[in-house]
């Protein structure tokens, strides 16, 4: 493991179940001598990504902040999508999510309720659940076969995964299924009462790079037509890739120079 992906696991320890960690706990952790641990907590301290708690221990600094706001300042995301989001959220009158994979994880990225108050279950830098959420299960669905098979063995013993299939064969077909549909569907699996229809983003690789969701009460979804729901959901995945695409593409230069 390189020295930055190190760096990162040590910030990934602080979360809601245990927010300050001491250089032995770290060192404890994540299996790495004292010294070492003492060595980051240094770095992350100097950069401002920790902060020393009165207690003695460390938890997430300022610093972390400021990289979100140039996050959402640089993220095409709103930019090019914000009002198409905007208007999906306001004619379904559902949650809509978008959602990235990273490091075998489905983190949320942006949500636009049509309340236009957020809704802590599935605010900006939530992970969620791997199986439970139709979030995730797209965004897994759409993994080449190798990754498909390493995350089906690193959850042995899970129980969330056996919803899928508790052996790799009815796993793969489960996810071969979902791809074939092109969306996935879950109801009360992740929040009682609530229903998730997810879209995959996808690259030029046919690689899902995560997922268009929206979300909401059974109660709401019983107001339409799921199929032209569905579609509706579909169309606006593909209009949002495309843009993003677009806008990942470099502006040419113009030529400057004046002609004799």
Same mark, same amino acid.
């Not at 059974?218 to 695409?245: S, V």
């Given at each position: 493991?390189?020295?930055?992906?190190? !760096?990162?696991?040590?910030?990934?320890?602080?979360? &809601?179940?245990?927010?300050?960690?001491?250089?032995?706990? !770290?060192?404890?952790? *994540?299996?790495?001598?004292?010294?070492?641990?003492?060595?980051?907590?240094? %770095?992350?301290?100097?950069?401002?990504?920790?902060?020393?708690?009165?207690?003695?221990?460390?938890?997430?600094?300022?610093?972390?902040?400021?990289?979100?706001?140039?996050?959402?300042?640089?993220?095409?995301?709103?930019?090019?999508?914000? /009002?198409?989001?905007?208007? *999906?959220?306001?004619?379904?009158?559902?949650?809509?999510?978008?959602?990235?994979?990273?490091?075998?994880?489905?983190?949320?990225?942006?949500?636009?309720?049509? @309340?236009?108050?957020?809704?802590?279950?599935?605010?900006?830098?939530?992970?969620?659940?791997?199986?439970?959420?139709?979030?995730?299960?797209?965004?897994?669905?759409?993994?080449?076969?190798?990754?498909?098979?390493?995350?089906?063995?690193?959850?042995? /013993?899970?129980?969330?995964?056996?919803? *899928? /299939?508790? &052996?790799?064969?009815?796993?793969?077909?489960?996810?071969?299924?979902?791809?074939?549909?092109?969306?996935?569907?879950? %109801? #009360?699996?992740?929040?009682?009462?609530? !229903? /998730?229809?997810?879209?995959?983003?996808?690259?030029? &690789?046919?690689?899902?790079?995560?997922?268009?969701?929206?979300?909401?009460?059974?109660?709401?979804?019983?107001?339409?037509?799921? #199929? #032209?729901?569905?579609?509706?959901?579909? &169309?606006?995945?593909?209009?949002? @890739?495309?843009?993003?695409?677009?806008?990942?593409?470099?502006?040419?230069?113009?030529?400057?120079?004046?002609?004799?």
């Amino acid at each position: 493991m390189s020295s930055l992906k190190k !760096i990162i696991a040590v910030l990934e320890l602080v979360s &809601d179940e245990k927010m300050s960690w001491t250089p032995e706990e !770290i060192a404890k952790t *994540l299996k790495v001598s004292l010294p070492t641990a003492y060595r980051y907590v240094r %770095e992350l301290y100097g950069t401002g990504l920790f902060a020393r708690l009165p207690s003695g221990g460390y938890t997430l600094g300022p610093r972390i902040v400021t990289l979100d706001y140039q996050m959402r300042r640089t993220d095409p995301l709103e930019r090019v999508g914000g /009002g198409l989001l905007q208007n *999906l959220a306001q004619e379904t009158g559902l949650i809509v999510l978008v959602s990235y994979w990273l490091n075998d994880q489905v983190l949320n990225v942006y949500e636009r309720n049509p @309340t236009g108050s957020g809704d802590p279950r599935y605010g900006r830098g939530q992970v969620t659940s791997l199986f439970r959420s139709s979030t995730a299960r797209i965004a897994l669905a759409f993994q080449k076969p190798a990754r498909q098979k390493r995350i089906f063995d690193r959850h042995a /013993g899970n129980p969330d995964r056996d919803l *899928l /299939g508790s &052996d790799w064969p009815s796993f793969r077909k489960a996810l071969n299924e979902i791809r074939r549909e092109g969306t996935s569907r879950t %109801e #009360a699996l992740l929040v009682p009462g609530q !229903i /998730g229809l997810a879209a995959p983003l996808l690259n030029s &690789d046919g690689i899902a790079q995560g997922s268009l969701t929206i979300v909401g009460p059974a109660r709401r979804f019983a107001l339409f037509d799921e #199929a #032209a729901l569905r579609q509706r959901l579909l &169309d606006t995945t593909k209009e949002l @890739t495309r843009r993003l695409a677009r806008a990942s593409r470099p502006t040419p230069r113009r030529n400057t120079r004046r002609r004799a």
